[in-house]
């Protein structure tokens, strides 16, 4: 009781634990964990010590086992040695009673001529061949249990030679030959099973192989053993896989090199071995062939098996190596007389498209998607140059996705070897075209629809970004016309030249593959694949363009049917100076400020911005030519037709050709479009009674006029501080003041030797000439 009055008298030296009890604590716990090692530890030496007790016991009772086994061997030979004796002591015995009963015949009285064929065999009923026979059956007895199978064979090799009768399995005109023969085919069989067993033995050396193989083509088992060659080998190929695979996974990308040589090296050997031993049969030759191709069906299978997986570039690099290594060894292989190079094609071929497929795949979402490819990819920083040319504020997204585009189609392409590119070329070009064109799409889709029904469609898909503005617009045309026309060819020749400059000649050099026609055939139609490609972009970009002008206007600057139904003529002077509708006037004016855009989005990209602003002006012409309601009204019977409308048609075809030669862009389309959309007008306005010969003038002076039209609305715009388009008075701003000069404003029938790639594409129209003939 006291104490605990004073505990709680004071509590907090109660808490205050001695350095000695914790001490011993620790040391406690200590001293436990160490016993309990310690015992533990004596528990394994004891198991140990029992383990190798038993391995000791067991290696002694092995030892007195083989000891057994070389005494019952022993014994078996003494034994096999007795009966040989009593044999002989039999022999003799009979050979004794035949003569005491020959003496006893004798004494008889018998006569000689009279004895009976019983006592004739009697007689001599074993002879001296027959004592032969029985030696030699012995002594090949002896060397068979005795395993010399050298020996034997040539006891046995010697004594068919000596005898022909037992190589006749048809000879049976004795019973006495028939019975030796068959003790001399069974020794024979049992020689064969010890030399298949040898061939059997799983650690025998190449030298016992061929000793047993020999000895086998001597007992005229040569087909059989062939196939013992062939399994060996066989063997040989399987034991150096399984020892190399474990290490597949260190060198993912180059192994397929190294079982090339394995498998191969042992082909090639197996090869030489048979043309050694076996010569040139043919028979042989075609098992060596058949026999190469399973165990090159059974290498391809391995690089599938141990491949890394298939959408890596890994994958299409161990692939590639694998072609490129097995067709080197292939074409070696040539001289032995083995033609593999077809069933390596045909075995990696599938292999080789679905690591293409899936590396393509995984392109697609990079480049489309925005995923961020595995650590070990790198974007080429050379495609950024180029590119990001065309960089606005608000598009390095799309800037980022053409980087993006060539990094990756180079990476893929740098896998490639030699004679993959040689072989399967065609295929990746193709792939690469597909890519492409998944990429246009995306960057179509980035341009604004024709309507708002189709951008909602398109919103359910991915899209890069919205381009809204003419420059965003412009620098998506310009960054695809760049992969298209420069970058994306240019990596792929330098690939190709690069891949192929430091190969084996034999394998094909650069110059192999680059002047192959098959290869130049392939390129040259992936490039127009290409080029159609990006005449879509093009186009639709046209399409929406030239659609948004047409359809966003009101009033005077609509193109519409119903200017070319006023008689009047209220704003156009046809005794003095007739001008192009305002539609056509603003349609200058348009082109005009585009191509004062296209000048800063695509510098340097001349040939794109001609060939954009020509086609701009051929969509115009051709959806006149095709838009049916506009036809329709000149065909409806209620509406009232005039000359002065032909005549203002008539112009603005005229004023349409005239824009695409003033800027110097290919203009024979717009030619030919415009010469048809004139031909149909005079017949429509003939139809309804109007006479073209007295209401229409010279070709030459629309000629004139058009040209004139152009150099007056350059000057007004010239005048002017503002581009806008105005509905009364179409005012241009261009900073080019023009003459009337021949050198500035080319003639109507001029002839442009740069063609656009819609008139090479679309080719040629057959419409009617640019006259205003109406039989012309």
């Avoid at 593999?340 to 094609?345: G, N, P």
């Avoid at 399409?543 to 070319?564: M, N, P």
């Avoid at 415009?674 to 429509?684: E, L, V, Y």
């Amino acid at each position: 009781m006291e104490s605990s009055e004073e505990d709680d008298d004071f509590p907090s030296i109660e808490s205050i634990t001695p350095q000695s009890k914790v001490d011993s604590v620790h040391q406690s716990h200590t001293e436990k964990g160490i016993r309990k090692l310690c015992c533990e530890l004596l528990d394994l030496k004891d198991a140990v010590e029992n383990l190798c007790g038993n391995m000791q016991t067991k290696y002694l009772a092995f030892l007195r086992i083989s000891e057994e086994a070389k005494e019952m061997e022993h014994e078996l030979i003494e034994l096999q040695k007795n009966i040989s004796a009593q044999g002989i002591l039999v022999q003799d015995l009979m050979t004794g009673v035949c003569r005491e009963l020959e003496e006893w015949n004798q004494s008889a009285g018998n006569i000689k001529g009279q004895e009976d064929p019983e006592s004739c065999e009697l007689q001599d009923p074993l002879p001296d061949e027959e004592d032969d026979h029985n030696k030699f059956l012995e002594n090949i007895d002896v060397l068979l249990a005795e395993h010399k199978v050298e020996e034997a064979l040539e006891v046995l090799d010697a004594e068919e030679r000596n005898s022909p009768d037992l190589k006749n399995s048809e000879d049976t005109s004795s019973t006495e030959g028939s019975s030796y023969k068959s003790a001399f085919l069974i020794r024979k069989a049992t020689l064969e099973d010890q030399l298949v067993g040898i061939t059997e033995q799983p650690c025998i050396s190449i030298a016992e192989l061929k000793k047993a193989l020999l000895g086998l083509i001597k007992l005229g088992k040569g087909p059989l053993a062939h196939q013992f060659l062939l399994k060996f080998y066989g063997s040989r190929i399987r034991k150096s896989i399984e020892v190399f695979l474990p290490s597949c996974s260190f060198c993912p990308r180059t192994y397929p090199a190294t079982l090339s040589k394995l498998v191969f090296s042992i082909i090639s050997l197996t090869t030489k071995e048979s043309g050694l031993i076996f010569g040139d049969n043919p028979v042989y030759t075609n098992r060596v062939v058949q026999w190469a191709e399973w165990e090159i069906e059974f290498f391809v299978r391995m690089v599938k098996e141990n491949a890394p997986s298939s959408e890596t570039v890994s994958a299409l690099h161990a692939v590639s190596i694998c072609i490129q290594a097995s067709l080197s060894y292939c074409l070696k292989l040539e001289s032995q007389g083995l033609k593999l190079s077809k069933l390596i094609l045909v075995l990696l071929r599938p292999f080789l498209e679905e690591v293409l497929e899936l590396n393509f795949r995984r392109a697609r979402k990079v480049v489309l998607d925005l995923v961020e490819p595995d650590e070990s990819f790198h974007f080429s920083t050379r495609f950024t140059s180029p590119l990001s040319a065309f960089a606005l504020s608000s598009d390095s997204v799309l800037v980022d996705s053409g980087i993006r585009f060539m990094s990756i189609v180079e990476d893929i392409l740098e896998q490639l070897t030699p004679s993959t590119i040689l072989h399967f070329g065609g295929n990746i070009l193709i792939r690469t075209g597909q890519l492409f064109d998944k990429y246009i799409d995306a960057l179509i889709k980035a341009l604004p629809g024709p309507s708002d029904e189709d951008n909602l469609l398109e919103l359910k898909d991915v899209v890069l970004l919205r381009a809204e503005t003419d420059q965003e617009q412009l620098s998506i045309l310009g960054i695809a016309f760049t992969i298209m026309d420069e970058l994306l060819p240019n990596t792929v020749i330098t690939v190709w030249k690069q891949q192929s400059a430091g190969d084996e000649p034999e394998s094909g050099s650069a110059e192999k593959i680059m002047a192959n026609p098959t290869t130049a055939t392939e390129l040259k139609e992936w490039r127009r694949h290409l080029q159609h490609s990006f005449d879509k972009l093009r186009d639709h970009f046209c399409r929406q363009y030239v659609l948004s002008f047409i359809y966003s206007r009101e009033g005077k600057t609509r193109l519409d049917a119903q200017i070319y139904l006023k008689g009047e003529g209220e704003d156009l002077d046809w005794e003095s100076d007739p001008l192009p509708s305002l539609p056509f006037q603003a349609l200058f004016a348009k082109l005009q400020q585009l191509a004062t855009v296209a000048g800063d989005v695509l510098h340097g990209k001349e040939k794109i911005q001609k060939i954009l602003l020509a086609r701009l002006t051929e969509t115009v012409v051709m959806w006149l030519s095709d838009e049916q309601e506009f036809w329709g009204v000149f065909e409806d019977d209620s509406g009232s037709l005039q000359p002065l409308g032909l005549q203002q048609l008539i112009l603005d075809m005229h004023f349409a050709v005239e824009i695409a030669r003033f800027a110097g862009y290919p203009s024979r389309h717009v030619h030919q479009i415009a010469s048809a959309i004139i031909a149909r007008a005079i017949r429509t306005f003939s139809a309804r009674g109007i006479d073209p010969q007295s209401a229409l003038p010279e070709d030459e002076w629309f000629v004139d006029k058009a040209k004139s039209a152009i150099n007056k609305l350059l000057s007004a715009a010239d005048g002017s501080e503002t581009s806008e388009i105005d509905e009364d008075n179409i005012i241009l701003h261009d900073d080019t003041i023009v003459s009337d000069s021949d050198d500035t404003v080319s003639s109507l029938s001029s002839i442009e030797s740069f063609q656009s790639f819609a008139s090479a594409s679309m080719g040629e129209l057959d419409s009617p000439s640019y006259s205003t003939d109406p039989e012309g």
